[in-house]
């Protein structure tokens, strides 16, 4: 099996809203393989975005994380602390964004917010003191991270009985001021024992801090090393060059590339890239504005931009739903060549099953919060087993056929009550009466394929897919029959 | 534009003046002043004096566009610049079926339509509803006037030096010199005079079309414009924020003369029920309700102005991928028991395909392919055309994982230098903007290829 580069693990988030909480994404889970293409599909408000947003680490400021992990590297991204995730994301995983002008500046020269990321990395001295002592540097966070988490999970829990507690006395109206004492105790006990964590936690972290401190020390001294180095190589170049003021120059140059990277330097990569995908006539584009650009230009600069750090991972939302098929066509090939060349995953977010078909090795299937289905690519076309799936399937117009679509009825769910039991159910008219009481569990339908749905239980009665599904996946087995058969003689 | 785009608008473009006649089915077309008044025409309150084509009155044909331009001009006095949306494009729609228009984002899809519903003056060129001119653009004759005159100032010009050159070249001491200069006077006066009147018959002549077209724009019978509804892409956008559903809906039946409430109200909640809605609708706002349901709201009001043909300008583009097909099967029951002409304009070839009898395809403001959507799609002949059909993505990830798409550089593929492009029927029905050399090279594959 491949290596897994990206977990996503019970993820739970929730926003603040003026209308009450909104259960956004409801216990998520999925991951990444080193090398593949993850499309994750659904319908807008199925917390597609903020699912991705929670891996970058940038979700709105009302945005509650309740639960889950997002492994990365060994660690978990929702754990550690602020200054780690930025220098995480900002360097190993990128991200595109479906409307390529919102994430540019319009006042602000394309080559400007090509080289910015570069630019601002560019220390050299700075960057290697932070690499030396980042292994210790997020242990030690983390470990205290983890610490203060568990402190604040048992005031948390303390807190929660004690809002079930009062909730409950109010309705039996009993003793109210034996639950009020009692609340009280609990929160003072709760309190306490948090305390104690703290103090253990601290503890317990204090060899890490030390060792930390170490490594900081003799990063410093390493780092002072290399810069004296490099001057005393610079003073002998000097000295050596006897005048010859090209030597001299040349020596120079040297020394600042050793010591950070110049906007020469910025701009030199900044070229390359633009070029790599695709922008023609870059040397004149590196001096142009947004505006100058149409849709299809302004998303390569995005992708550029994402590419100056060199990402693994790569998160594409919806980059292609604002652009014109052939625009489309073309930088979903962008996406797919680079992913080859530089060796990186992607996860692509996406409502259009055609670029799912064209781009995805695996597929989750995202309704109300929650992936109803997953499987590779085959698995969801030619074997969809998630009424949800057969809905989205049986709903795009095809090419081929001219038969009325199964349109979807009603619309989806207001996600601050969100519906109990399979949410998809008040739209389905395969919905079991179980569907309503009680959430479905993910049924195993081979290795690789995994849906939610209560049809797959082996009580439930046999239901056959949608026949315009059917169908379709029998025309399209067959086309590709047709062609290996041409292709063969 | 890049520079691939302006060149084949440019090279294309050039020479267009003398080309199009801006109305050449005018042969056919009768005396305005003789044709009988019908019934059709006092039901529609039709001025007798407005520009028809008779052929096409009764006819299958419901809404023919003929050389329709639509520029858009900006800058300053000195700097002018037009945008030329809509370039020249010509198409007839047939009475019950659905037209598409298909094309990248700004080829002038909108634009098109909304020219055709007045909500521009046209620039130039026709516009024939039921086989009478609802708008008209006078740009062509206005240029036809000055060009021809410009033209014949500078022949008139180069026949005074001809004239000149001719004299000088009698010998001085040619006995009949006298004679011959009169009469080479005389010729080219003769000839000057001949063409002054045939200016001044181009002039009139057009003068007078502008004169009609003028007429025309301004007298276009309402309740024939009623007929032509629009549903525009934007559902959040085309509603008024401040009106209720019930005002939104009723305005249409206000602007037709329908005054009594209770009748009013009583047609609105009979639309709402077709488009899907309900009576506790009308009286809230528009922002209360989801992107397709506002979509329905905006259907209905269209449909309670009882209309004939139905503009559907990206209907579904902006909607939730669950709700585009209750939109797309709501429409095609509407066509049926309403008996609507439906011109669909969409980019999304799929939808298209789906939905329409005839598909015009469109490249910056032109027409370059128009014909039955299986041809289309069968036997597709301009390049960007076949560019287009290479990129629609489809739900197989057998096939699709190989697909190969096809690029268009109009300049690569294209050599407009001398021999300039129009539109040519290649058979029967299929139309392709294409020059003489391309369409035989059609001709040719459609003869090898089809049937
Ligand atoms: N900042 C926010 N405040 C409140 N609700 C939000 C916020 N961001 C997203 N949501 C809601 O969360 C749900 C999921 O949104 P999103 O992930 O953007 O959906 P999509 O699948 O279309 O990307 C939606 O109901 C959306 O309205
Ligand atoms: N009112 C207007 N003023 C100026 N330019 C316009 C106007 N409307 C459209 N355009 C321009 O005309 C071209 C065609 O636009 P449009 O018809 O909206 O294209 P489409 O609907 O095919 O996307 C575009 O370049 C657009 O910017
Ligand atoms: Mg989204
Ligand atoms: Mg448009």
């Not at chain 2, 709402?272 to 506002?294: A, M, N």
């Amino acid at each position: 099996m491949a290596e897994k580069i990206l977990e996503v693990k019970n993820l739970v988030i929730s926003f603040k809203t003026d209308h009450g909480i909104l259960h956004a994404v409801r216990d998520v889970s999925f991951d990444l393989e080193k090398g593949e293409t993850l499309c994750i599909v659904g319908e807008s408000g199925s917390g597609k975005s903020v699912t991705n947003k929670a891996i970058m680490g940038i979700l709105a400021s009302n945005a509650i994380v309740e639960g889950g992990q997002i492994i990365y590297r060994g660690e978990d991204l929702l754990q550690v602390a602020e200054e780690e995730f930025h220098k995480i994301r900002g360097h190993r995983i990128g991200m595109i964004f479906q409307d390529p002008l919102s994430s540019l500046n319009p006042i602000m020269r394309i080559g400007k917010q090509i080289t910015e990321a570069t630019l601002v990395n560019g220390d050299k001295l700075k960057r290697m003191f932070e690499d030396i002592i980042s292994d210790d540097l997020i242990a030690y966070k983390n470990a205290v991270a983890r610490g203060e988490l568990k402190a604040e999970k048992v005031i948390q829990a303390a807190e929660a009985a004690n809002i079930d507690a009062l909730n409950k006395n109010s309705a039996e109206n009993a003793d109210k001021k034996g639950v009020k004492a009692e609340c009280k105790a609990r929160l003072k006990a709760a309190k306490k024992e948090a305390a104690e964590i703290r103090k253990v936690t601290k503890a317990e972290t204090e060899p890490l801090r030390l060792k930390l401190e170490e490594t900081k020390k003799a990063a410093k001294v390493k780092v002072a090393e290399y810069k004296a180095k490099v001057l005393a190589d610079y003073k002998k170049e000097v000295a050596s060059a006897n005048g010859d003021k090209e030597a001299i120059a040349a020596a120079k140059k040297k020394k600042t590339d050793n010591l950070r990277i110049t906007k020469m330097e910025a701009k030199r990569r900044a070229l390359e890239i633009m070029k790599e995908v695709g922008i023609p006539e870059p040397e004149k584009r590196f001096r142009q504005y947004p505006f100058e650009f149409s849709g299809g230009m302004r998303q390569r600069i995005v992708i550029a931009i994402a590419l100056t750090e060199t990402p693994e991972i790569l998160i594409c939302d919806e980059p292609t739903t604002a652009l014109d098929v052939t625009i489309q066509g073309q930088i979903l090939e962008l996406i797919k060549r680079l992913k080859k060349d530089r060796d990186m995953s992607v996860i692509f977010i996406t409502h259009d099953l055609g670029v799912v078909a064209n781009m995805a090795d695996r597929v989750a299937v995202m309704y109300a919060g929650k992936i109803v289905e997953y499987g590779t690519s085959r698995d969801i076309f030619f074997e969809p087993k998630h009424p949800y799936t057969w809905a989205l399937l049986a709903s795009i117009p095809d090419v081929d056929s001219k038969e009325r679509l199964d349109a979807i009825p009603g619309t989806p769910p207001n996600m601050i009550y969100p519906p109990k039991g399979d949410a998809f159910a008040p739209r389905s008219k395969y919905a079991m009466e179980v569907d309503f009481l009680e959430e479905p569990p993910f049924f195993k339908v081979s290795d690789t394929h995994y849906a939610a749905t209560w049809l797959l239980h082996p009580d439930a009665p046999q239901v056959e897919m949608p026949k315009i599904v059917s169908e379709r996946i029998k025309n399209n087995l067959a086309e590709q029959g047709e062609k290996g058969g041409s292709e063969n003689e | 534009m890049n520079n691939e785009e302006k060149e084949f608008v440019a090279a294309s473009e050039e020479s267009l003046h003398e080309r199009i006649d801006d109305d050449h089915e005018d042969k056919t077309t009768k005396d305005v002043v003789d044709i009988d008044v019908s019934e059709e025409e006092k039901h529609y309150r039709i001025h007798p004096l407005l520009k028809r084509r008779p052929e096409l009155i009764g006819s299958d044909v419901l809404l023919s566009v003929r050389h329709l331009k639509q520029f858009f001009f900006f800058g300053s006095k000195i700097n002018n610049m037009k945008l030329k949306a809509v370039s020249n494009v010509s198409f007839d729609v047939y009475k019950g079926e659905c037209f598409g228009i298909v094309g990248e984002s700004g080829c002038g899809k909108t634009t098109t339509g909304r020219s055709i519903i007045k909500l521009y003056d046209i620039t130039s060129g026709s516009v024939y509803y039921r086989g009478y001119r609802i708008s008209a653009g006078s740009r062509w004759n206005k240029k036809e006037i000055k060009w021809k005159t410009i033209r014949w100032k500078q022949k008139v010009k180069e026949l005074k030096a001809d004239e000149k050159a001719r004299i000088e070249a009698i010998p001085q001491d040619d006995p009949n010199r006298e004679a011959k200069v009169a009469e080479i006077k005389n010729e080219i006066k003769l000839e000057i005079e001949r063409g002054d009147i045939a200016l001044k018959q181009i002039v009139d002549t057009q003068r007078a079309k502008i004169r009609q077209i003028n007429f025309d724009n301004k007298h276009t019978p309402k309740r024939l414009m009623s007929e032509i509804q629009m549903i525009f892409q934007d559902p959040v956008d085309s509603l008024d924020p401040r009106m209720t559903v019930e005002d939104i809906i009723q305005e249409g039946l206000k602007i037709q003369g329908f005054k009594d409430k209770k009748e009013n109200h009583k047609k609105v909640v009979e639309m709402l029920e077709k488009v899907g809605l309900v009576e506790e609708h009308s009286s809230r706002y528009p922002h209360e309700f989801s992107g397709g349901q506002r979509q329905r709201i905006g259907i209905a009001r269209a449909l309670v102005m009882n209309p004939k043909l139905l503009i559907c300008d990206e209907p579904i583009s902006a909607l939730d991928v669950s709700i585009r097909a209750q939109v797309i099967n709501l429409l095609n029951d509407l066509k049926e028991e309403m008996g609507l002409t439906i011109m669909f304009i969409a980019h999304d070839l799929s939808v298209v395909k789906y939905f329409c009898d005839r598909i015009a395809v469109m490249y910056f403001g032109k027409l370059v392919e128009l014909t039955t959507s299986d041809e289309l799609f069968k036997y597709p002949l301009h390049p960007y055309t076949k560019s287009l059909l290479s990129a629609i993505p489809k739900p197989n990830p057998l096939t699709e994982k190989e697909r190969v798409r096809m690029v268009y550089k109009p300049n690569e593929v294209h050599d407009y230098s001398t021999d300039k492009p129009e539109l040519h029927e290649i058979y029967p029905g299929h139309f392709v903007y294409c020059n003489e050399k391309e369409k035989e090279e059609y001709i040719e594959y459609v003869k090898t290829h089809v049937k």
